[in-house]
């Protein structure tokens, strides 16, 4: 990790296009928190990092779905229908 | 034809055509990228997404636009690239739903929906950090409730 140190109203520039600046500096100790303004392109996603592991721990917890009132599946797009021609092929 | 022995709908049999390929693969399952989708006969606002490397892990696939007509996620020009999208409107979207107590608990993420190219066999879950979108929005469907007798 590369560790700087800034004052409020300094920033940091990642890439080409991204910027970081300090807004705002609020408490002291533990409860310490820093304003952030980010700049960045349009097809660059923000996000603070807790979202990422709360994702995933919901889909983990999705993962153990019991649904047994939607357990008469198909494949989707009805490939195994009409279409293709010729016997299938023995796996 | 390709086999999977699912845990949860015994052997399904597949096209490996129609495989949908999860370039990133899904959080939580990063190592996992190909799932085929599933329709449910009880109910068309539902999905199982069933992975074919693990014949154990399947998502249930909630869709929200007949109840949420409004939920639009914000989907970027890198969201739509990764997918060979033109645009939202091609995609498939869907939330993923949680359902591990009684069906009147059951949730759908709707903060990280998943996004698919049906065309190009591509999906990714788009997690938009939006609060205004719910991890675990409350969702209810008599589906939900196994009929008996």
């Keep these: 990790m590369l560790v700087l140190t800034r004052k409020v109203e300094e920033s940091v520039l990642i890439g080409d296009n991204i910027e970081v600046k300090v807004l705002l500096?609020?408490?002291?100790g533990k409860q310490a928190s820093v304003r952030l303004g980010i700049?960045?392109?349009?097809?660059?996603?923000?996000?603070?990092?807790?979202?990422?592991i709360e994702t995933a721990e919901e889909n983990r917890r999705a993962a153990r779905t019991v649904a047994p009132g939607l357990s008469d599946v198909e494949p989707a797009q009805g490939s195994g229908k009409a279409g293709k021609g010729g016997p299938e092929k023995q796996s | 034809m390709h086999v999977v022995k699912t845990?949860?709908?015994?052997?399904?049999?597949y096209d490996p055509e129609r495989v949908i390929r999860f370039p990133r693969g899904i959080l939580g399952f990063e190592h996992l990228c190909r799932y085929i989708l599933l329709n449910c006969r009880e109910s068309d606002r539902?999905?199982?997404?069933?992975?074919?490397?693990?014949?154990t892990l399947a998502f249930l696939l909630f869709?929200?636009?007949?109840?949420?007509p409004d939920y639009w996620p914000p989907v970027n020009s890198t969201d739509l690239a990764e997918l060979d999208l033109p645009s939202l409107e091609s995609a498939i979207v869907m939330c993923i739903a949680t359902v591990t107590g009684p069906p009147s608990y059951a949730t759908a993420n709707f903060q990280a929906p998943l996004l698919i190219n049906?065309?190009?066999?591509l999906g990714?879950?788009?997690?938009?950090?939006?609060?205004?979108y719910k991890t675990k929005q409350a969702i209810f469907h008599s589906a939900l409730v196994q009929k008996t007798g």
């Design chain 1, 39 to 52: 700049v960045a392109p349009e097809g660059i996603r923000v996000l603070r990092s807790e979202v990422l």
């Design chain 1, 25 to 28: 500096v609020k408490g002291s």
């Design chain 2, 118 to 121: 049906v065309s190009s066999r």
């Design chain 2, 63 to 68: 869709d929200p636009s007949p109840d949420f």
């Design chain 2, 7 to 13: 845990s949860r709908f015994g052997e399904v049999r």
């Design chain 2, 124 to 132: 990714k879950q788009v997690v938009t950090g939006l609060p205004s």
């Design chain 2, 46 to 55: 539902f999905k199982w997404l069933q992975s074919v490397e693990d014949p």
